[in-house]
């Protein structure tokens, strides 16, 4: 059983910056890939990133690239989203999801709860 816990969620004003972190309970963190995704309202969840087990490979969707950095302390069962320059257009509930392998070509059925970023113009 795997836990999973955002938060650092908030409303700010676009061209601000949040850091959102996920907490990972159990002992396979440090061997599985994470990811970070969004579902804005009438819209389907969209994965926004993705981090390998040791950090060594990354993926950003295209909409958040150069924005957003992605990043992931294992000593700490903690993996991060920095987002920069916010657009009105990232507000979201954003969730983080275990990997169900190393590299991320599986997902587990781990997800957190979420947590709310509200972009304003």
């Known amino acids: 059983q795997v836990q999973l816990v955002e938060s650092g969620g908030g409303m700010v004003q676009a061209g601000t910056s949040l850091k959102l972190a996920c907490v990972a309970s159990?002992?396979?963190?440090?061997?599985?890939?994470m990811g970070w995704f969004r579902q804005a309202p009438g819209k389907e969840r969209e994965l926004v990133a993705r981090?390998?087990?040791?950090?060594?490979?990354?993926y950003y969707a295209d909409s958040v690239k150069g924005r957003f950095t992605v990043s992931r302390d294992n000593a700490k069962n903690t993996v991060y989203l920095q987002m920069n320059s916010l657009k009105p257009e990232d507000t979201a509930v954003y969730y983080c999801?275990?990997?169900?392998?190393?590299?991320?070509?599986?997902?587990?059925?781990?997800w957190g709860q979420g947590t709310q970023v509200t972009v304003s113009s």
């Open positions: 981090i390998t087990w040791s950090g060594g490979s990354i």
């Open positions: 159990g002992r396979t963190f440090s061997s599985v890939a």
């Open positions: 999801r275990a990997g169900a392998d190393l590299y991320g070509t599986l997902w587990s059925r781990y």
